[in-house]
């Protein structure tokens, strides 16, 4: 049966903008009572707002998941607040695009550090409440680059292949207690102010391929795992073409070979850090304006042309051995 999530207490990290704004709406829609954390203060007294108009309390904590004290601090004022917390939604994110070797180390620091060992932090302050209380739902938001290693953002790739290990190996550690969740969420690409915000070294205006999703699908996947935990949730067809891609030789290099195409077309645009190291300036919201009002579905049939193909020359390379 679905968990009722009336009065629930849920906390959301990176909450501010894309997914992590929408999955709070959500989430008041369902009458939680919602714990909002991200780095822009502004953006997240809007949230509340937002959130309190739909009919549910929300709290703001201002913190910053690269920072173990104000993880630790946003765990202790939701139970503080609150008495417990029942469901943790590891959303916050950035990225660095460029090449590898022309992306200062520091950004790709900043994007493992928030990515992967921020997404660490939240479990390992939440994780001995919910085992205290026998009960809990982590839902960590991966995205396809779980499974499929993305050309010109390697730091970005090496943090989401980690989420997903660290996320599996925590179901299997998670066994004895049949009432604490792990869901792990592989959405395609959406269309959040990401691409816009996020840390761009390529000396190019970078748009999402389509097709590209609107974010409040993944907010109701996060909430229906909420409801109905699952080990793995996928969102939209390609993040399950990205899972089947993996193991098909040859994926990596045609995928760069797309990027490198794409890139070759963008115009010039200054290099620039983004939100990598601080709130962006630009205004917060959960559509990043990517998305086409008319339904495209030319970028798909491609890649599962484009799998099935590479997964025909494999069959019938390792036939012929």
Not at 236 to 246: I, K, M
Not at 296 to 311: D, K, Q
């Amino acid at each position: 049966m679905a968990i009722d999530l009336h009065n629930s207490v849920v906390v959301i990290t990176g909450a501010s903008s894309g997914i992590g704004r929408a999955t709070a709406h959500e989430f008041a829609r369902h009458g939680a009572a919602l714990f909002l954390a991200a780095r822009d203060r502004q953006a997240l007294h809007d949230v509340a707002e937002e959130c309190h108009r739909l009919g549910a309390p929300a709290m703001i904590v201002v913190a910053d998941v690269t920072l173990s004290e104000d993880v630790t601090r946003l765990v202790n004022t939701a139970i503080d607040t609150a008495g417990h917390i029942d469901i943790w939604v590891n959303n916050a994110g950035i990225g660095a695009l460029g090449a590898f070797d022309e992306i200062p180390l520091d950004a790709h620091e900043q994007v493992i550090q928030t990515d992967l060992v921020g997404q660490l932090r939240g479990a390992h302050a939440v994780l001995p409440h919910f085992k205290r209380q026998r009960a809990g739902t982590l839902i960590n938001n991966i995205s396809l680059g779980g499974f499929t290693p993305q050309p010109y953002a390697a730091s970005y790739s090496a943090a989401k292949f980690g989420l997903r290990a660290f996320a599996e190996s925590l179901q299997g550690e998670l066994q004895r207690w049949p009432d604490i969740h792990v869901c792990n969420l592989y959405p395609a690409v959406m269309d959040t102010p990401g691409f816009r915000d996020g840390g761009n070294y390529t000396g190019r205006n970078i748009k999402p391929v389509p097709p590209v999703y609107d974010p409040r699908r993944t907010a109701r996947a996060i909430v229906g795992a909420a409801r109905r935990p699952r080990h793995s949730i996928y969102v939209g067809f390609p993040s399950v073409l990205a899972r089947l891609a993996h193991g098909v030789p040859g994926y990596s290099q045609l995928n760069a070979r797309l990027v490198n195409a794409s890139l070759s077309r963008a115009r010039p645009l200054p290099r620039y850090s983004g939100n990598l190291f601080s709130p962006p300036s630009a205004q917060r919201r959960i559509d990043g304006g990517f998305r086409s009002s008319r339904p495209r579905y030319g970028s798909a049939l491609m890649a599962t042309a484009a799998v099935a193909a590479l997964a025909g020359a494999w069959w019938w390379r390792e036939r012929r051995k």
